[in-house]
């Protein structure tokens, strides 16, 4: 089993917790997306989409999608148990997954990806290229508002998202706050009460940590 990662983007910060948080020891390669490596040599041969994470199993499958990744690391080491013990936590669990990747981190998406921050023909991940659309700048930005208000909303009436413990769920929105801080520079923690406690209690967990170091 071999994982193809980088630290610095959010898709694979989110399986890097996942497997830290495990305490899983998987080979692992990383790709500087930045560099464009991911876009170079061998790789495509392994994950024609060009986007990391992609996790190679040993009998040559790829699972190329970070949830899919997750799900699998799942059932290979059932504990600690992120993805929902029964019928109900598992579907909360991936509602909330849902509501934070379609709501938030394609906003935040939006917002970087058209911006002249960004490269020019690079405006979706993948293989093909599409150009900027620079009034979606300002809707991504609309976009990054209101998802961080509905969670700080949530988290006030819950102390995690899926409920009562820490989940996968939870994993996928702190890391989407860390890329829209990295992002628009604006912590969105740092004016919401219950996103920051949130924040703030994952920021110290151990695997967390040791990420974030």
Not at 22 to 27: A, E, R, S, T, V
Not at 86 to 104: C, F, N, P, R, S
């Amino acid at each position: 089993m071999k994982l193809y990662y980088f630290p610095g983007a959010p898709s694979p910060r989110k399986v890097g917790i996942v497997i830290a948080e495990k305490g899983l020891d998987i080979p692992t390669e990383i790709l500087n997306i930045r560099a464009g490596e991911h876009r170079t040599g061998d790789y495509a041969a392994v994950n024609p989409n060009v986007t990391v994470p992609a996790l190679e199993l040993d009998d040559g499958a790829c699972i190329t999608e970070s949830l899919a990744i997750v799900h699998y690391l799942e059932q290979l080491q059932t504990e600690p148990n992120l993805m929902g013990r029964d019928a109900t936590e598992q579907a909360l669990v991936l509602m909330w997954h849902d509501i934070a990747t379609l709501e938030g981190y394609l906003g935040i998406q939006e917002r970087f990806r058209n911006s002249e921050a960004f490269p020019a023909g690079r405006a979706l991940p993948g293989p093909t290229g599409y150009e900027r659309i620079p009034a979606l700048v300002e809707r991504g930005d609309k976009r990054i508002h209101a998802f961080f208000d509905k969670i700080d909303r949530r988290l006030g009436e819950s102390e995690y998202l899926a409920g009562d413990r820490y989940t996968y769920a939870d994993i996928a929105a702190y890391v989407y706050r860390w890329f829209a801080h990295w992002v628009t520079k604006d912590d969105p923690a740092a004016h919401r009460k219950h996103l920051r406690r949130w924040t703030e209690a994952i920021d110290a967990r151990p695997a967390v940590a040791s990420l974030n170091a």
